[in-house]
């Protein structure tokens, strides 16, 4: 079975409960987007690819899908099930894909593409789907243009390494034509609304790089973190604070 990031295995890992906690959810409209470009309905099968703790499955059970969950990372596995335990939850990668031809109508990657961005993963979407059958790409994107979310970029590069990212667009090169076509793009604005200690410090502790991190680097990063939120103008001393996200949406329908 194709190897998962070693970012991913370790910070996941480590960190699969605070992510379950402090990562957002999406927002509500998304699902009339889910309706017109995937095409859900209630009861149709759906591939969760790469479902994490299962923030966008609990979206896709909502609205009346029979969705199946695919997840490698073991913790991960284990938020999902214990958040949503009528769905099914497979381990498996998106380079072999544990479903047989034609079996789905629409695969879903949410916040996971950017991981796995591959022909080979397009090859096994194109496989399992029906002909006609969609696919759907969502990434939850920090909005830069508020000076407070662009310095905690600034923080958290430095760290990144080799981990894929969804800001380089490297997954786009994987689109070549041969599996998938006919791209639309959505973008909906999006608010994480919490404690500064789970919008901000739980959920960049959580981002799988950050996550792999030696415990030292991670208290760096940590105190970092902590002197914004005391500092800066639009947080310090606030109970609640609202994440500004743009919610980027994928569909493209199968070759």
């Keep these: 079975m194709p190897m ?19 990562r957002p959810e999406y927002p509500k409209a998304l699902e009339p987007w889910l309706a017109q470009e995937l095409g859900i309905a209630p009861s149709m099968r759906v591939l969760d690819v790469g479902a994490g703790t299962g923030k ?11 969705v199946t969950a695919l997840e490698p990372v073991a913790k991960m596995r284990e938020e999902l099930s214990l958040a949503l335990p009528k769905v099914p939850v497979m381990d498996g990668t998106a380079e072999q894909l544990p479903l047989g031809d034609a079996t789905v109508n629409v695969v879903t990657c949410a916040q996971a593409f950017h991981w796995f961005a591959t022909t080979a ?3 096994q979407f194109h496989r399992v789907l029906v002909p006609g059958g969609r696919l ?19 923080i958290i590069t430095p760290y990144e390494g080799n981990a894929p990212r969804f800001h380089t667009g490297r997954w786009r090169e994987a ?11 959505a973008t909906f604005e999006h608010h994480h609304t919490g404690s500064p200690d789970d919008v901000i410090l739980g959920r960049f502790l959580s981002v799988s790089f950050i996550a792999a991190l030696p415990q030292a680097e991670q208290d760096a990063v940590a105190a ?9 103008p639009a947080l ?5 604070v609202s994440f500004p996200y743009q919610t980027q949406a994928y569909a493209w329908s199968r070759s």
């Excluded at 034509?177 to 793009?185: H, P, Q, S």
């Design 4 to 22: 998962v990031h070693d970012a991913a295995q370790r910070g996941f890992t480590a960190q699969a409960q605070q992510y379950a906690r402090s």
């Design 56 to 66: 966008f499955t609990r979206l896709l059970s909502s609205i009346g899908a029979d």
């Design 121 to 123: 993963a397009l090859a």
């Design 136 to 154: 759907g790409l969502v990434w939850n994107v920090r909005d830069e243009s508020v000076d407070w979310v662009a310095h905690i970029t600034r």
């Design 175 to 185: 689109f070549d034509g041969r599996y998938f076509a006919d791209e639309r793009v």
């Design 224 to 232: 970092q973190l902590r002197d914004l939120i005391a500092t800066h």
């Design 236 to 240: 310090k001393g606030k109970d609640q």
